[in-house]
């Protein structure tokens, strides 16, 4: 049940995002996506985070909105479409954001290793 209810909190924030979010910035610019940001992502945020809707496991792998958002934008465009070529097109940003989730990982472990030998050296 953690799954389902970690995919319904995902896919609720990115079907918000993709349906809101414009409406605002069209209408009232940029304090629209301010507003969009504030009221789409802060309650989410709450839903998905604190009250648990995304299931986050200690030790696990981190499950964040972003996910949700991206696959349903992604798949929005690719129903508009109604053929696979925007999900060909963004190939090149997808393989950017993978690359740049490996760096992100590595410097973590890399930082966290350091803190852990700081602290057992008493630095």
Not at 3 to 17: E, L, S
Not at 27 to 37: E, I, M, N, R, S
Not at 76 to 88: C, H, K, M, Y
């Amino acid at each position: 049940m953690n799954y389902v209810r970690t995919i319904i909190g995902t896919a609720v924030a990115g079907i918000f995002v993709m349906s809101v979010w414009g409406a605002f910035v069209q209408k009232y610019d940029l304090v629209g996506g301010w507003f969009a940001a504030f009221i789409i992502i802060g309650t989410l945020w709450f839903l998905n985070h604190h009250v648990g809707m995304i299931d986050n496991q200690e030790g696990g792998a981190w499950i964040d909105m972003a996910l949700g958002i991206g696959v349903a934008g992604t798949m929005r465009d690719i129903f508009i479409a109604g053929s696979i070529t925007p999900l060909v097109e963004s190939l090149p940003t997808l393989i950017l954001v993978i690359l740049g989730g490996i760096t992100g990982g590595i410097v973590a472990a890399v930082c966290q290793k350091s803190m852990v030998k700081n602290e057992q050296e008493g630095v």
